[in-house]
């Protein structure tokens, strides 16, 4: 079967069964060539994992809006490429501009980001941060309760996973722990986010 043809079905099989093999064999397919697009869009800012979060984070987007029935005429190797290409230069610049504004004291990103704390120069944020922060005895307390409440608006799947991207472990690593497809996590992932970026949990 020819790479084309291969393509066409994973797509048919992720928009009519919700195929999370599909998925996974589409990420796989064009993984190396969007961090390599992400890494060249954020530029001399880029990290390997800011470049890693820009990719997962448009790939489970356009896994959830192709399964909601966006991108009707989507049927091709060629399609699903600029397609994939757009949405991660898109999410990259927006990172990027997230970071420089973040940098600058604006500090109102939600989301994965709302540990981040815009005083710290390296520039390090979110799921990572809560990791490898080392907060003052207060910001303990008010991270230990608000931390409480968020996972509280998660599923018992969803604040697994939290959990173990807390831990700094690579999303990868977190398919293995949890026995689930590396897509169905990145996907578990932007609902994580998209709740905590709702949430008014941190709003003062």
Known sequence: MSDEHSVTNW???LREENNDDAAQKIWNRFQKRLIGVAMRQLGTNNRMTDADDAVNDAFASFCCRYEEGQ?????DRDGLW???LTMTENKARKQLRREL????????????SIF????NADGQGGFDRIASTEPSPEDVLTLKESMEDLM???????SDIAVLRMQAYANTEIAEKTKLSLAT????LKQI????????????
Not at 71 to 75: A, E, K, M, T, V
Not at 116 to 119: D, E, F, L
């Open 116 to 119: 981040y704390s815009p005083t």
């Open 11 to 13: 797509l048919h099989a």
């Open 152 to 158: 509280r608006e998660l599923t018992a799947e969803e």
């Open 193 to 204: 986010r998209e709740k905590w970026s709702a949430s008014t949990v941190l709003e003062a």
């Open 101 to 112: 504004a973040d940098k600058r004291g604006a500090g109102n990103v939600r989301g994965d």
């Open 185 to 188: 996590v990145e996907r578990r």
């Open 71 to 75: 991108y009707p005429d989507l049927n």
């Open 82 to 84: 600029r397609l994939l």
